[in-house]
């Protein structure tokens, strides 16, 4: 059964192409968090089907990737396809809902982020199942952050940052920024990695 049109085979380069400027610059501005910007990332690449098969199978690896480059690496012990394919009712339902509309840019993606959210929910669950109560460095990470923070002048770069804690990566980093940002702790005072931040004093 046919439940989305993909783009053509000539435009699909382009596609790609503007698909991948889209989100290295979403990346770079840490406006949106991470989880919307991944999910958001494989929904369009579903959307744009740039294979005649397998493009839910690249699509879930490229799920894997960009959540562990995101500091996400639950996927590395729980296997999110199994998640997926035992929920695939759910899946093909979420993909139609937030499809539709999507050629004229007036789609919903709401549907999608729901359950690709969930889908991720579903796994550290499985995973604290299975290992007990998960004790995550991401806390610690955001400690080092946040002091390193407090350590540097008022104005400061994410190149300061990576300087100041060099056992923390640039996506968590990212994150931890965002995360400070909407606790208003933060601000950024620019576009684009070389943007200068701001320690607001509390």
Avoid at 46 to 57: A, M, S, V, Y
Avoid at 104 to 118: A, C, I, M, Q
Avoid at 136 to 155: D, F, H, Q
Avoid at 172 to 191: F, P, S
Wanted: proline share 4%; hydrophobic share 40%; charged share 25%.
């Amino acid at each position: 059964m046919v439940r989305f049109q993909p783009v053509s085979a000539l435009a699909t380069p382009d596609f790609m192409n503007g698909l991948s400027k889209l989100f290295k610059q979403a990346t770079d501005n840490a406006e949106t968090d991470p989880l919307l910007q991944i999910a958001t990332f494989v929904f369009d690449f579903e959307c744009i089907h740039p294979f005649k098969d397998g493009n839910g199978r690249i699509g879930r690896l490229l799920t894997l990737l960009l959540l562990y480059h995101a500091g996400y690496e639950v996927g590395g012990y729980i296997s999110l396809e199994r998640i997926i394919e035992d929920s695939k009712d759910t899946y093909y339902e979420a993909l139609n809902k937030s499809s539709q509309g999507w050629h004229e840019g007036k789609h919903d993606l709401r549907p999608w982020w729901n359950y690709f959210l969930g889908m991720l929910i579903a796994a550290y669950k499985d995973f604290e199942d299975r290992v007990g109560k998960i004790t995550s460095a991401r806390g610690a990470k955001r400690e080092m952050v946040i002091n390193a923070i407090e350590s540097l002048s008022e104005k400061f770069t994410i190149g300061d940052l990576r300087r100041a804690c060099p056992g923390v990566s640039y996506p968590t980093l990212q994150r931890a920024l965002a995360d400070l940002r909407k606790e208003k702790k933060v601000r950024c005072l620019g576009r684009g990695p070389d943007a200068e931040w701001e320690h607001i004093k509390g």
